[in-house]
């Protein structure tokens, strides 16, 4: 069987989305491939715009019962307009995940050039790129060490000399300072951006250490190095921040990047074959293989395209391989979970700023964590889980004057949990139940009974706030959330398209899950008998599951 590569094709990117990804929880790069000007763009999970803060509307607990008054009077749309203000953040609508910037390598001596290769081996999370140029074969090897938390990159020819070329960092931040370190390494420091009001205080050093065999290193300038005549080159790339957690960015982000270069007193041998004995024993733990056939020998953009019209099985086996693998790179114990970009942002303000979208994309980041094995990777989904339910307590108390914790639909590496985005989108306070779906899975599969143990009273919290704060509908007198939406639906309003309704669907089936998952944890741990029934009574009282128009909506527009 073929292995687990994909190839970038017979020419380098030309686009940030068709280079190659490498990603060690922590730092994230993506290959360009260039053998004139090869590009590594950085990413690092804490840099994000902002600082700790707290984005709660304190007019919501006063507005909701006006607001329900128009929703069941099926005034649908001036309900939302009135929610809009009165439940949605006035402040900062979240904080967006941003870029460190590139390491450029501006090469001499290679003009014109042949036999163009490049991949990302799946199997060992390396980067190959290969060429010849002049009757020279030159060849890159990059990876971002799981163990080390380097980005790792080797420059080899086949002639001695032939290795030349200036290295220099680029940014998108006006105020980053470039600069030489210690002679021999370039040095990167900079600041996130301020933003909707909230000074970002999360700083970054990055720093690119030069090992040359043969030839000679000298700085050109007070940002660059050049590299003349070598033999070959190592390089480690090392990023530091002063992010702690969500609460405290005391950290020395200098002595940080410092002490990760440590490891580059290893042989690149050792280095190498470290990363990827850490990386295969994740990645190996499933195995799938559909069969091949002569579509494997194609670059996979090529297969890519051909794949409507030719059967190509292992592309299927791969691509499924690719999402284990980005799910590997993007989320380790101890970090970040993956965000809307897994760790990978060229931006310096991520599409859809990068947040953690609560209500599917985070969710979706995370379903491959126990099916194919990976379950010590959910672990920083549950690290996640457990800071907005502590967050998420004022926020309930404030907006909704209920106990237990909420989280609205996206939140952010501050943990903010109040209702982010204008109406009608901010209005869907069930993203904590549709996280504690994450908890219960991770049970389902592992068994862990301690996990649940730790797991329930942020399960338990999250099913009382929902029953402080559902209400029974007029028509049917059924128990139901309100004011709230089915994420990115539309129904027919009273004076046009809306999204905010009672008794949602979405939120009728995760609060079904919720109590459930806390009736059977309950009587599983042997406690709260008097609260699984209680929850048995309220599963009675909720609207009962639909297909098509639901009821309500019949009854009332």
């Known amino acids: 069987m073929a292995t687990a590569t994909t190839r970038g094709g017979d020419k380098p990117a030309q686009l940030w989305v068709e280079a190659l990804p490498l990603g060690n929880g922590r730092i994230g790069a993506m290959v360009f491939g260039d053998p004139e000007c090869e590009e590594f763009q950085l990413n690092e999970e804490t840099v994000w715009c902002g600082s700790p803060y707290n984005n709660v509307n304190n007019k919501a607990k006063e507005g909701l019962p006006a607001i329900r008054e128009l929703i069941f009077a099926g005034k649908n749309l001036e309900a939302q307009k009135m929610a809009g203000p009165l439940i949605c953040s006035t402040s900062s609508n979240g904080m967006p995940y941003q870029t460190v910037g590139s390491l450029k390598l501006d090469f001499q001596g290679i003009n014109d050039y042949a036999n163009y290769y490049r991949d990302l081996d799946l199997e060992n999370a390396v980067s190959t790129v290969s060429f010849e140029s ?231 980041n995370y379903w491959p964590a126990e099916v194919t094995n990976l379950s010590e990777l959910h672990q920083p989904l549950m690290q996640l889980i457990s800071e907005v339910s502590e967050t998420g307590r004022e926020t309930a108390k404030t907006m909704y004057g209920a106990e237990g914790w909420v989280l609205h639909h996206n939140t952010d590496i501050w943990r903010v949990t109040g209702a982010i985005d204008k109406a009608p989108s901010g209005l869907w306070p069930t993203g904590g139940a549709w996280l504690c779906r994450h908890l219960w899975e991770r049970y389902l599969y592992t068994g862990d009974v301690g996990f649940l143990r730790t797991a329930y009273p942020i399960m338990k919290e999250a099913a009382k706030f929902f029953d402080q704060i559902m209400v029974k509908e007029p028509v049917h007198n059924w128990l139901v959330v309100c004011p709230s939406n089915s994420p990115e639906n539309v129904h027919a309003g009273s004076k046009g398209k809306s999204t905010t309704a009672p008794g949602c669907t979405m939120d009728n089936q995760l609060i079904f899950d919720l109590w459930n998952q806390v009736i059977t944890t309950a009587r599983l741990l042997n406690t709260d008998e008097t609260l699984a029934v209680h929850y048995e009574q309220r599963l009675r009282e909720m609207a009962p599951m639909q297909v098509g128009r639901p009821i309500i909506a019949r009854k009332m527009f």
Request: proline fraction near 3%.
């Open 134 to 364: 002049d009757g020279v074969k030159y060849m890159r090897e990059s990876f971002t060490s799981f163990p080390d938390q380097l980005l790792v990159v080797r420059l080899t020819a086949s002639q001695k000399g032939k290795i030349s070329f200036n290295a220099r960092f680029t940014s998108p931040y006006p105020a980053a300072k470039k600069s030489i370190y210690q002679k021999r390494m370039l040095r990167l420091d900079g600041k996130t951006d301020d933003h909707e009001g909230v000074e970002g205080k999360v700083r970054f050093t990055a720093l690119t250490k030069i090992s040359n065999q043969g030839g000679k290193v000298e700085s050109l300038s007070d940002s660059i190095i050049q590299v003349k005549n070598a033999n070959s080159v190592t390089l480690y790339i090392s990023i530091g921040t002063n992010f702690v957690n969500y609460k405290d960015i005391s950290a020395d982000q200098e002595q940080r990047a410092l002490s990760y270069l440590d490891a580059s007193r290893k042989s690149y041998s050792k280095l190498k074959q470290e990363h990827i004995d850490f990386y295969r024993s994740k990645f190996t733990t499933v195995s799938l293989d559909l069969g091949e056939n002569e579509q494997v020998r194609k670059p996979t953009d090529v297969r890519l395209a051909e794949f409507g019209k030719c059967f190509d099985p292992h592309l299927v086996s791969t691509y499924f391989q690719f999402g284990r693998y980005l799910l590997i790179c993007s989320s380790q114990p101890g970090g970040q979970p993956a965000n809307l970009e897994g760790i990978w942002n060229e931006k310096r303000y991520a599409p859809w700023d990068g947040k953690f979208a609560n209500d599917i994309n985070v969710e979706m």
